[in-house]
């Protein structure tokens, strides 16, 4: 069964994880094996471009922003729910049943047929482990007691999700009848029990989902990677947010279009704080916030100049 700090604290970490130039190296290389060759040039320039504005926890002001960077980006603690889904992870990755994907958003730019297998699933549509603790810590920080996901896949991150929140109401919205089949199965052996999972298209089930939780905690869009999609379910969900809520968008430098879809996001009047965390986008609605904020984030052991001398004798 899943469990968070709450109940049960830290399990073994697998050498794998241990150190964040690791994690680094890791990451690097799976965006590099997303698309075409040009394709996968602008997205590692991309990244380039984020890591040279990136700052850390040093160069943080805000008592806010600083408390996320402490619980997200610098807490390398290892829970037991990471080793469990770790786990399940690691089978599916050798699992060559095939399946056919039914894919209503911009597709697969690694394996555009329709047909693939569950490691090719895993491989290349899960989130990486390190962006799945993001998120595990995201939601173990603000506690949200709604959670809405758009776009559940094999639930990899969803049950890191579930796992951060076990008291919340958590629906999940997939797409392909085979995908959700899998999904279910996945859940089932984790043993996640806080997850309800909806099939069908999102512009379907998006306002039956947002009826049924009334006011929004949280949310992680990751499905259908467009522009214009992606800002029609931001506002649907904007409708149900309150100042506390927190919204997480998947791959916002994936393409052209959906960075042009986070720039939107972040001028949004209503916007407050946003985190780029180059795989993810986080919005904060905080009032107490006049002026927006915006951030470029990254643990500060992925660019240790960045301590100032002063900071050295601070410590």
């Known amino acids: 069964m899943l469990c968070s700090r709450s109940v049960a604290d830290f399990g073994e970490r697998p050498y794998a994880f241990q150190d964040p130039i690791i994690q680094t190296f890791a990451l690097i290389c799976r965006l590099s094996q997303k698309g075409k060759i040009l394709q ?38 290892w829970y037991y729910a990471f080793s469990e889904v770790e786990g399940l992870r690691r089978f599916l990755r050798s699992d060559k049943t095939k399946i056919t994907v039914t894919d209503f958003g911009a597709g697969s730019q690694v394996t555009p047929g329709r047909e693939r297998s569950l490691g090719n699933l895993v491989r290349y549509s899960a989130n990486s482990p390190l962006g799945c603790q993001y ?24 049950a890191y999700q579930a796992a951060g929140s076990l008291n919340a109401r958590f629906i999940t919205i997939e797409g392909c009848p085979n995908v959700a089949m899998y999904a279910r199965k996945n859940l089932d052996i984790l043993k996640v029990k806080n997850v309800e999972l909806v099939l069908g298209q999102f ?11 009334g006011s929004l ?49 972040k001028a949004h009047p209503k916007v407050k704080i946003t985190i780029d965390l180059f795989f993810f986008g986080v919005v904060f609605f905080r009032k ?28």
């Open 288 to 315: 107490e916030n006049q002026v927006q904020e915006h951030y470029r984030l990254v643990p500060w052991l992925w660019k240790p100049w960045r301590i100032g001398f002063l900071d050295l004798f601070a410590k």
């Open 135 to 158: 998120l595990f810590k995201i939601v173990d920080q603000y506690k949200p007691a709604t959670m809405l996901e758009l776009g559940t896949s094999l639930a990899i991150s969803t």
């Open 203 to 213: 512009d379907e089930r998006l306002p039956e989902a947002l009826r049924s939780l």
């Open 217 to 265: 905690d949280y949310v992680f869009v990751d499905g259908n990677h467009r522009n214009e999609p992606t800002l029609r379910y931001f506002e649907q969900c904007l409708a149900h947010a309150h100042e506390g809520s927190v919204f997480i968008f998947d791959d916002i430098h994936w393409s052209e279009g959906m960075e042009q879809a986070w720039a939107t996001i």
């Open 40 to 77: 996968r040039l602008q997205l590692l320039f991309r990244f380039l471009k984020f890591y040279l504005l990136a700052k850390t926890r040093y160069n943080v002001h805000s008592p806010f922003v600083f408390n996320f960077t402490e619980a997200v980006l610098e807490d390398d603690r």
